[in-house]
């Protein structure tokens, strides 16, 4: 049975920083999709970032990348923040080994991921 932790969350003034970790258990193979997403109040949930675990393969949406990192131990750093990235963030899995990655570039997709954790909120004011 996977499960998923975020943690890391809180508020933070604009152009600061933050991490969040996502810890994951009950996923037996190295290589799987890891996804963040983040959702705000009265919008649709959105992609931040994938890795494909095993080779290392990131994905990143147009607005955070050179702000925000993804890295191999599913954490997300992120720098720079603005007040738009106000919101509830998410891990989720895909934890089975893909072919294409992470869903061949479509890891934005976020039906396709099977496991989600609670969420942790950020706030940038």
């Known amino acids: 049975h996977v499960q998923l932790v975020e943690s890391g969350g809180g508020s933070v003034q604009a152009g600061g920083s933050l991490r969040l970790s996502c810890s994951a258990s009950?996923?037996?193979?190295?290589?799987?999709?890891l996804g963040w997403f983040r959702q705000r109040p009265g919008a649709e949930r959105e992609g931040v970032a994938a890795?494909?675990?095993g080779p290392g393969n990131t994905y990143y949406a147009d607005n955070v990348k050179g702000r925000f990192t993804i890295s191999p131990d599913k954490s997300l750093q992120m720098d720079n923040l603005k007040p738009e990235d106000s919101a509830m963030y998410y891990c989720?899995?895909?934890?089975?080994?893909?072919?294409?990655?992470?869903?061949?570039?479509?890891?934005?997709?976020?039906?396709?991921?099977?496991?989600w954790g609670h969420g942790t909120q950020v706030t940038v004011s």
């Open positions: 989720a899995a895909d934890p089975l080994p893909r072919t294409g990655g992470c869903f061949s570039g479509f890891w934005w997709r976020d039906a396709q991921y099977d496991y």
């Open positions: 890795i494909y675990t």
């Open positions: 009950g996923v037996f193979y190295t290589s799987y999709c």
